[in-house]
Antibody, heavy 118, light 111 residues
Framework: EVQLLESAGGLVQPGGSLRLSCAAS????????MTWVRQAPGKGLEWVST????????YYADSVKGRFTISRDNSKNTLYLQMSSLRAEDTAVYYC????????????WGQGTTVTVS | QSVLTQPPSVSGAPGQVVTISCTGS?????????VHWYQQLPGTAPKLLLYGNMDRPSGVPERFYGSQSGTSASLHISGLQVEDEADYYC???????????FGGGTKLTVL
């Protein structure tokens, strides 16, 4: 079964840091681009960051550029999101998702993990 | 303010057809980039509903279908069912922003 499992989020103080991980299983992880999408409480979906299958190409939303870093370890089938200089407006459920190529449809999503900055 | 504009809500009775619009611009939908649609049931992660403007992943019923014209795309749901109550999001790529963009989401209520 194709599955994405995000690590536990948590409560972080403003200005703090947190690293999320997303463990992939059931598919050839190193073939697919990966994306982080977030959803603030009661709000819509917001694209955060995307990385290509090899890990050498990354993209970020302006709202997180310079503060968040996306990376992946294909040997561990794991995607990461290093978040720093966190702000209250970063409070959201964070989802990881896979797509065949960068910015293609995201066909499998994780269950989401909650990050609260307060 | 989302780059792609969707109506906040739509409603319909069981069995009816509803349409959810997604309006973009010349830097995203109008530039020829594909539109994808996601369904988010309450308390769950989004699920891919349509990709490439109108193609359905395996398991998605044929009563969900899409269309696209110019700078807009639409999701159509026929034979509306109570279990279709959910939030629906369109998504594309924007070349000016160099990133993925989502619509603000549309809440579907089945009366």
């Amino acid at each position: 079964e194709v599955q994405l499992l995000e690590s536990a989020g948590g409560l972080v103080q403003p200005g703090g840091s947190l690293r999320l991980s997303c463990a992939a299983s059931g598919f050839n992880f190193n073939v697919y681009a990966m994306t982080w999408v977030r959803q603030a409480p009661g709000k819509g979906l917001e694209w955060v960051s995307t990385i290509n299958n090899g890990g050498g190409i990354t993209y970020y939303a302006d709202s997180v550029k310079g503060r968040f870093t996306i990376s992946r370890d294909n040997s561990k089938n794991t995607l990461y999101l290093q978040m720093s200089s966190l702000r209250a407006e970063d409070t959201a459920v964070y989802y990881c998702a896979k797509s065949f190529t960068i910015f293609n449809a995201m066909d499998v999503w994780g269950q989401g993990t909650t990050v609260t900055v307060s | 303010q989302s780059v792609l504009t969707q109506p906040p809500s739509v409603s319909g009775a069981p069995g009816q057809v509803v349409t959810i619009s997604c309006t973009g611009s010349g830097s995203n939908i109008g530039a020829g980039y594909d539109v994808h649609w996601y369904q988010q049931l309450p308390g769950t992660a989004p699920k891919l509903l349509l990709y490439g403007n109108m193609d359905r992943p395996s398991g998605v019923p044929e009563r969900f279908y899409g269309s696209q014209s110019g700078t807009s795309a639409s999701l159509h749901i026929s034979g509306l069912q109570v279990e279709d109550e959910a939030d629906y999001y369109c998504q594309s790529y924007d070349r000016t922003l160099s990133g993925a963009v989502f619509g603000g989401g549309t809440k579907l209520t089945v009366l």
